[in-house]
Structures are given as structure tokens and as C-alpha cells.
């Protein structure tokens, strides 16, 4: 089962968790069972072996299962409890001593494992944080440019598997330089911060949002109406033309660009994409047009 297991954990499949739970005890309550009759048959030599024999299983137990603490407690309980069992019943006062010793040995072994535990805990939950952070823009909180390379991917297989591509809409805000100008950098990034937010709203749970830097945005995948990219795109704008109200009287009205480009399968890298709309948003800039598509 262990086998099993791991061949299908290195290929990213389902893994027989709840059987694993289900035979680990058992594991543990016939290494137990195997104690517990030696300690009665009479031979406190093969006794002493097999208490011996268990109590090295413990460190393997521990170690290998401290993900789950409670488990290694059962585990461990369940081969060495019988150890004291039989070592009342075996008539043999030295084996006595384990009802001294297995208690103590549980314990330890108990809140080592749960430390680890705690331990492994503490590393993931930093190597998630350090992955977010590296993938996400501290400031506004959507994708920046490593983060939406990376989710990307799973939309250009999708693109590529149904055969249609999806939209990708480069947003260039017009008039962001004059609010920081005006108002300093610290109104600048509230704006950001709400831009980003109108945007998250607009784009719904199936798009991916990502800033690229400064006052540039990236909106990709199924948008609401996305059979319809320039309707789409008109919404952004016409939502990035209401004002913000950054603070009680510092009220600031802006604009945007924006650039469309088909994202159309793994063939069409999203480097290329973000380039094809970063022209289409230049060319709009340079006609004095809110959006473009991408030739």
C-alpha cells in the first residue's frame, strides 16, 4: 500500500490516505499482539527480544508519521500497551520494569512527534507565504507579471483542450502620473488599490487579474460577455472613469487604454499574447481610441 501510494503521489494522483489510517493502527496493534504472546509463552528471553523489537518500531512510527500526531499516539499505544499486559501476566518480575519505563516512552514519543508536527506546520505555512508573496503585487494584492505567468499556463491548456480562445485585456491607466504629481505618491497608491479592486469585480471568479507595474493591468481569461471582448472592454473603462474618492476632499477622475489579444493555446506563449496586446494598447493610445484588438 505504502508502494502504492507513492508511485501515485509522483504522479500527481489521489493517494489511499483513509486506508493508511485504517492499517497503520492495525500495523501497530500486531506488533503489539506479537509482544504481548511472547511475553506469555513462558521464554522471557524472546520476551525481552520482542519488547525490545517494539520499542524500536516506536522511533519509526514517530518519525515517519509525525504529520499526524494523534495517529502516532494511537500507533504507539497500540504496540507497546500490550507490552505491559504481558509483561504482568509473564511471571517474570524484571519484565516489570517496562510498566515503568512504556509510559514514559509514550509520552516522549507523543510530544516529539507533536513537535515536529508544529515544526512542519511552521515551514509550509512560510513556504506558502513566500510563495504568494513572490507571486502576488504587494501593494493591490492581484497577480504581478511571475504570478500570471504561472497561473497562466492552466489557461492556455484549457484554451487550447476547448478549442476557443479566451481574451486578454492589456489596461494602461491615462492620467495616473498627474494624481501622483498633484497629490503625492501616497494618494497614488490608494488609487492603485481601488483600480485594482474595480477590476477584480469586473472581471469575476473565472478571470485572472494581474498588475504588471506602475499603472499597468492585465485582465485574462473568461470574463463576463466574453464572446463580446470590446463590449467587455468597454465596462472597464467606463467603471475606471468614475471617480475615486481617495480621501474626504481629494476626489480624482482618470482614464484607460486598453489592448485586446486572443490567448489561443499552448502555441501562443503568454509573453507573445502580453505583447501583441501591448501594442493594440499603444495603438489606441496613439488614436486617440480607448481600446484596440490586437491584428
Given at each position: 500500500m505504502l508502494v502504492l501510494a507513492h508511485r501515485r503521489a509522483q504522479q500527481?494522483?489521489?493517494t489511499p490516505t483513509d486506508l493508511y489510517i485504517l492499517?497503520?493502527?492495525?500495523w501497530g496493534?500486531?506488533?503489539g499482539y506479537g509482544a504481548f504472546i511472547s511475553s506469555i509463552s513462558g521464554d522471557w528471553v524472546a520476551a525481552t527480544l520482542s519488547f525490545l523489537s517494539a520499542a524500536a518500531m516506536v522511533g519509526g512510527i514517530c518519525f515517519r508519521n509525525f504529520a499526524a500526531p494523534r495517529l502516532v499516539a494511537i500507533m504507539i499505544f497500540l504496540s507497546l500497551g500490550p507490552c505491559c499486559i504481558g509483561a504482568?501476566?509473564?511471571g517474570e518480575p524484571v519484565l516489570l520494569l517496562t510498566l515503568v519505563q512504556i509510559?514514559?516512552?509514550l509520552f516522549a514519543m507523543s510530544v516529539a512527534a507533536r513537535k515536529l508536527n508544529a515544526m512542519l506546520i511552521t515551514t509550509m505555512e512560510a513556504e506558502r507565504e513566500n510563495d504568494r508573496r513572490a507571486r502576488?503585487?504587494?501593494?493591490t494584492g492581484l497577480l504581478n507579471r511571475a504570478g500570471l505567468f504561472h497561473a497562466t499556463t492552466c489557461e492556455l491548456d484549457r484554451s487550447a483542450r476547448i478549442g476557443t480562445g479566451v481574451p486578454l485585456f492589456y489596461i494602461d491607466l491615462d492620467g495616473f502620473k498627474a494624481v501622483n504629481d498633484a497629490h503625492g505618491h501616497e494618494f497614488g497608491d490608494k488609487l492603485l488599490v481601488q483600480v485594482a479592486a474595480r477590476l477584480r469585480q469586473l472581471a469575476g471568479p473565472d478571470a485572472l487579474v494581474a498588475r504588471m507595474?506602475?499603472?499597468?493591468?492585465?485582465?485574462v481569461g473568461q470574463v463576463p460577455g466574453a464572446a463580446e471582448p470590446n463590449t467587455f472592454a468597454d465596462s472597464v473603462i467606463a467603471e475606471i472613469e468614475r471617480p475615486f474618492h481617495l480621501a474626504d476632499e481629494v476626489?480624482?477622475?482618470i482614464g484607460a487604454s486598453i489592448g485586446i489579444a486572443p490567448v489561443t493555446g499552448v502555441g501562443n506563449g503568454i509573453d507573445k499574447v502580453l505583447g501583441s496586446a501591448d501594442v493594440a494598447m499603444y495603438e489606441a493610445k496613439r488614436h486617440k481610441k480607448k481600446s484596440a484588438v490586437a491584428a
Open positions: 500527481g494522483n489521489s492499517l497503520a493502527p492495525l496493534a500486531t506488533v504482568v501476566l509473564s509510559p514514559f516512552y502576488h503585487d504587494g501593494l507595474g506602475g499603472d499597468e493591468f492585465v485582465i476626489v480624482v477622475e
